[in-house]
């Protein structure tokens, strides 16, 4: 397959996948930066894989439901044992995370090594980066046929998965925005109004899981963990009013993943070689550049800025006389 | 290290004249906002020194400009006649509540032998005669039987104390405390009054934050006005005058205008 | 049972043991500095270096994999990840668990990244990166295994010499600078032996799991016991245990990769302790909780000064 039909079956699909995985996860993820639980998505993308593996060792086939069941009562029961561990065991909540999802994930990887699942490819390391190249469409052959209805009933499973988790996020996210907005600002006022913050809170969470766990199988934990993090974090630097963050965020997440595909996909073509590079680690490693200009160049937040006002305030006082 | 850090303490002889703490021209602003202006400050050869004025005067900010834990705009802080990066053995701190973790695994005796480690030095382990100097500390805050206490295990009160004692194990000659008398239990009331009397009659300086007008007379002998400036200084009695409080009370810092 | 092993295993089994004992005792400051997660940004930062590092010397044509250059790699891009963590927190508006959480996301995939351009190379050896990410103790030959091991118990020792030190910054940074101590040198100390376990751990548990190691066993530890000199050594035993179980279990059985039984056993260590330990054990809590029910409903208890309840 070479052309406009290697594209339209290859990298169109994997596109779609990859970014619909960064919307949905740069969604949610506002919500986690604001309240500083960033790293429950990092406790979550690991904690899941003894469900993904126990899922697929129970029913037998690489179908999705079983797996995303799996993972999602892993989910719960990794929140739960953090809970537990932080509440009575009175430990510090990240070593909490840190003792419960390596735990778990070192269950998974030994559940996986326990020969069972060795009979098909599920192997710990597209756990991590995910299986991008693996994401096919037959449907279309070339551009008109992508006026056939027919054809778009035909989209993977893995974009069908992200696109309708992401519009789930979506629509929760609108629906309760203004729950959402109070929560992450103070959630004890929040009790005092009558909003549940517990729940709020616990719905976040339970979000991000499901965020994390449709973009897994695509795009790997790294990158859910980068997507979580990095495009709220760039938006967080960029505006003060939360429905703009929310927005920038899914502008920010949109162009990392289609800029990070083409550029890993067609770059090193560009360049002259005959390789491609990692999707989902050049995804990442974009939605961090991105997270670094923002960090320096930011125009009121930024390091540059600041360092530009501090300079005028210094030299403002030295112009008193002191 | 140390011991070259040790030869490097140095107390001048009380006739020298020369003063404990000498503060000249320290300003410190947070932001935009000046919270101390040009702080020139003498102070007593020694004696119990109470800083005083209204919220928001920058009385703790200049505890912590003086101990370089806010970096100033401008200023210099002489302990003993030197810059007191070179005397730091010398000077003691009790902050107003310790922030420190208190499930952390140490008792009341590890938590005051801290006050000894500079005498220590780099590397060695804290020996018999330092122990038993932390819990003589200890001691004198009425602390000795809770000596064995993981600190979290403690009351407010007597958590207070400890570090109080951790200072006092110090065997600094200048002592910093921030709002030693506020909001305590009476058994820490007298506990702190004792040590400040105990410290006074061996002769070393004590510059106490306190809130309490009324007290400050039975207490400390010498005051220090501050409303962002130094109102007025000097001994307690001359001092602590009608006109001098209502200079320092009179306005508000906070209403202060913000510098351009 | 342990004679059968041969001397390769045996060393390998040293190497272990020493790397648990070198991440119970590092790691319990870490902890106790609340930091515990920095760690995990610095082991995924790792694989960038590894990978550069690898490039770097097919590039001047070394031949194979270096270890020791493979580790350097590690070790300075671990580093230059804490640093940028370091630098959000304190530049940026941006609060210190998103910092982690970006700097490990994003140093891992540009680590998948230059991984890929590894796998493009007509030399291959991606396989031989790979196993930093999950461990293969396997693999290790007797010579480098007691090399790392040396070197994690000198992580140990330097703690043991800087204990002092470290005790004061980890419970109040602010009173060592008021008393002149250079509280950030003695932190950053603390970092370098961090780096040290981290990157001996590599090749034995994996830079996804090496955090176990650090975190698990100290925190375990805490329930035993409420002195830090104590803590110390019994994270130190934990770890041990962790470390030499972990690594004859999967000599001794195929299919138990090292890195995961390792951490497994970590995990079971950290639920007895949970459990079972004496004194903030669950177990023990309860029943003393209940004991004082009882006893306030007897009335049997009076109220006196310095008596908090379960003391």
Known sequence: MGGMTGFLSIDLPAILAATFACLSCALVGNFLVLRRQSLMGDAVSHAVLPGIVAGFLVAGTRDTFPMLAGALVAALVAGVLIELVRRLGKVEAGAAMGVVFTGMFALGVVLIEQGAARAVDLDADCVLYGQLEAVLWFGPTDLSSLADPAVWSTLPRQVVQVAVVFFLCLALIVLFFKELRLVSFDPALADTLGIPAGLVQHGIVALTAIAAIAAFEAVGSILVIAMLICPPATARLLTDDLKAQVALSLLVGGITGVGGYVLGAFGPLALGFETSLNAAGMIATLSGLFLALAILLAPRYGVLAKRRRARAAALDLAAEGV | MLQRLRSLDFIPPKEAGVSPLLVKGLTVAYHRRPVLWDVSWTAPQQGLVAVVGPNGAGKSTFLKAVLGLVPPLAGTVEVFGRPLARQRRLVGYVPQRESVDWDFPVSALDVVAMGRYRMIGWGRRVSKAHRQAALHALDRVGMADFANRQIGQLSGGQQQRVFLARALAQEARLYFMDEPLAGVDAATERAVLDVLRDLDSQGRTVVCVHHDLQTVADVFDHVLMLNVKVVASGPTREVLTDANLRATYGHRASDAPLLP | ?311
């Open chain 3, 1 to 311: 049972m342990i004679g059968d092993l041969g001397f390769n295993t045996l060393v390998v089994l040293f190497g272990a043991t020493a790397l648990g004992i070198a991440s119970g005792v590092v790691g319990t400051f870490m902890l106790l500095r609340r930091r515990a997660l920095v760690s995990d940004a610095l082991s995924h930062a790792t694989l960038p270096g590894i990978a550069g590092a690898f490039l770097l010397g097919a590039w001047f044509g070394v031949e194979g994999r270096s270890l020791p250059l493979l580790l350097a790699g590690a070790a300075a891009s671990g580093v230059l990840g804490v640093l940028a963590i370091q630098a959000i927190t304190r530049w940026t508006r941006l609060p210190e668990d998103a910092a982690i959480g970006a700097v490990l996301s994003c140093f891992f995939g540009l680590g998948i990244v230059l991984l890929s351009v590894v796998q493009g190379l007509p030399t291959g050896g991606a396989a031989g990166i790979k196993t930093f990410i999950f461990g293969q103790t396997a693999a290790m030959r007797a010579a480098e295994a007691a090399g790392l091991g040396v070197l994690a118990l000198l992580a140990a020792l330097v703690v043991a010499l800087l204990f002092k030190e470290l005790k004061l910054v980890a419970f109040d940074e602010g009173f060592a600078r008021v008393q002149g101590w250079p509280a950030g040198r003695i932190d950053l100390a603390l970092m370098a032996l961090v780096t040290l376990v981290t990157v001996v751990g590599l090749q034995t548990v994996g830079l996804i799991l090496i955090i176990a190691l650090l975190i698990t066993p100290p925190a375990a530890a805490r329930f035993w016991t409420d002195s830090l000199e104590s803590m110390v050594g019994i994270a130190a035993l934990i770890g041990g245990l962790s470390g030499g179980i972990g690594a004859w279990l999967s000599a001794k059985y195929e299919d138990m990769p090292a890195g995961a039984v390792i951490v497994l056993t970590a995990t079971a260590l950290f639920t007895l302790s949970l459990l079972f330990a004496p004194k903030r054990g669950l177990l023990a809590q309860t029943w003393r909780y209940r004991r004082l029910r009882g006893a306030i409903a007897r009335g049997d208890v009076t109220l006196g000064e310095g008596t908090p309840w379960g003391a």
